[in-house]
């Protein structure tokens, strides 16, 4: 898994002036370019909580729109 500033960048990339995709997932990263603990998928209002690499932690997936609680 690329660290999350390279991956996001890699999603963008394609067309940096216009629009992204409608449906496109782009993962969250903070100051440090590492993944946040929370990740949202805005088109499906879904949120959960994913390790330091950007995995998902399974069981903690929200389908309300609501955020998990993740350590």
Request: hydrophobic content about 20%.
């Amino acid at each position: 898994v690329l660290p999350c500033d390279r991956l996001a960048t890699c999603q963008t990339s394609f067309n940096p002036r216009g629009p992204r995709p409608v449906g496109q997932f782009i993962p969250e990263c903070d100051e440090n370019g590492d993944y946040r603990p929370v990740q949202c998928f805005a088109s499906t209002g879904q949120c959960w909580c994913v390790d330091r690499n950007g995995q998902e932690i399974p069981g903690t997936r929200t389908d309300d729109g609501s955020q998990p609680y993740c350590k």
